[in-house]
């Protein structure tokens, strides 16, 4: 009996986690909140900058907790989105049991092709969660400014990032004699060893490097034009992190690729095939 009434109650929070109201009143709630957002990020985006390079959790129990006049929207963004993921979830997955109760009424390719739009719902939570996963888990070092010649080991590895040279592309033209001579494209050369295996590689503002499960960014380098300026040493400033969630993102975007893909191939073949049978 006990079982019975645990299962009722779970089928009970189950239809309302997955009900289009609960969508309608979250959906509202995120743009309410955004716009909180909006007002609070207004010159103080200092505060939310250092996510990018201490992680969710160091940020939170540090500009996270001491401003909350200023973060308690985020806070309320993220158990949004989280309410909105469940909520998208129960609703696809109970659209797919009910395509499934039907599959009689369709030909094996036309119920493949129908479960187009839950791939891509699906898509979308695994990229949700992807987020997530990078700021919970992902490992951010300290900014690393290595000078050419120098080095530096990657942490519970023996591989080492080795810089070699800097080659940047300077801006030649004659149109904007503003900017005759500074760097266009910063371009680090580094030299990538694992053991006995050496892998060259350039690192530069738009590609980073992929090195050991760690990718490896340009955040700032000097000098910023051919003469050297003010600061003639040459230096590049590297942020390194190690995140999970960069799977997600991946699994994430080919599976709505596919279910996109499926979608079109359903709307052009069978909706088209059944309009001209009419």
Same mark, same amino acid.
């Given at each position: 009996?006990?079982?019975?009434?645990?299962?009722?109650?779970?089928?009970?929070?189950?239809?309302?986690?997955?009900?289009?109201? #609960?969508?309608?009143? #979250?959906?509202?709630? #995120?743009?309410?909140?955004?716009?909180?957002? !909006?007002?609070?990020?207004?010159?103080?985006?200092?505060?939310?900058?250092?996510?990018?390079?201490?992680? +969710?959790?160091?940020?939170?129990?540090?500009?996270?907790?001491?401003? #909350?006049?200023?973060?308690?929207?985020?806070?309320?963004?993220?158990?949004?989105?989280?309410?909105?993921?469940?909520?998208?979830?129960?609703?696809?997955?109970?659209?797919?049991?009910?395509?499934?109760?039907?599959?009689?009424?369709?030909?094996?390719?036309?119920?493949?092709?129908?479960?187009?739009?839950?791939?891509?719902?699906?898509?979308?939570?695994?990229? +949700?969660?992807?987020?997530?996963?990078?700021?919970?888990?992902?490992?951010? +070092?300290?900014?690393?400014?290595?000078?050419?010649?120098?080095?530096?080991?990657?942490?519970?590895?023996?591989?080492?990032?080795?810089?070699?040279?800097?080659?940047?592309? !300077?801006?030649?033209?004659?149109? +904007?004699?503003?900017?005759?001579?500074?760097?266009?494209?910063?371009?680090?050369?580094?030299?990538?060893?694992?053991?006995?295996?050496?892998?060259?590689?350039?690192?530069?503002?738009?590609?980073?490097?992929?090195?050991?499960?760690?990718?490896?960014?340009?955040?700032?380098?000097?000098?910023?034009?051919?003469?050297?300026?003010?600061?003639?040493?040459?230096?590049?400033?590297?942020?390194?992190?190690?995140?999970?969630?960069?799977?997600?993102?991946?699994?994430?975007?080919?599976?709505?690729?596919?279910?996109?893909?499926?979608?079109?191939?359903?709307?052009?073949?069978?909706?088209?095939?059944?309009?001209?049978?009419?």
């Amino acid at each position: 009996m006990a079982v019975l009434i645990m299962m009722r109650r779970l089928f009970i929070i189950w239809n309302k986690l997955g009900s289009i109201h #609960l969508t309608v009143i #979250l959906c509202l709630l #995120l743009a309410v909140d955004l716009t909180c957002g !909006y007002v609070c990020l207004n010159r103080r985006t200092t505060l939310f900058a250092p996510l990018n390079d201490i992680g +969710l959790a160091a940020w939170i129990d540090t500009y996270g907790r001491y401003n #909350l006049a200023y973060t308690a929207w985020f806070f309320i963004l993220l158990g949004l989105l989280t309410l909105l993921c469940v909520n998208t979830f129960v609703c696809t997955t109970d659209h797919v049991a009910a395509l499934m109760r039907t599959r009689a009424l369709f030909s094996f390719h036309r119920l493949f092709f129908k479960f187009a739009p839950h791939v891509m719902h699906y898509a979308l939570i695994v990229i +949700l969660s992807g987020y997530l996963s990078s700021y919970l888990f992902a490992q951010v +070092l300290d900014t690393r400014t290595l000078v050419p010649g120098a080095s530096m080991t990657l942490p519970d590895t023996k591989a080492r990032i080795n810089f070699e040279d800097f080659d940047p592309v !300077y801006y030649r033209s004659d149109r +904007l004699p503003a900017f005759r001579d500074r760097v266009l494209r910063p371009r680090a050369r580094l030299l990538l060893t694992d053991g006995d295996r050496r892998r060259a590689a350039v690192l530069t503002a738009n590609r980073p490097v992929n090195f050991k499960g760690y990718g490896i960014f340009l955040k700032d380098f000097a000098p910023k034009e051919k003469e050297g300026g003010m600061d003639r040493r040459i230096r590049i400033d590297m942020s390194i992190r190690k995140d999970p969630g960069v799977r997600f993102y991946m699994a994430g975007m080919l599976l709505f690729t596919a279910g996109l893909v499926m979608y079109l191939v359903e709307w052009f073949f069978f909706r088209k095939v059944k309009k001209e049978a009419l």
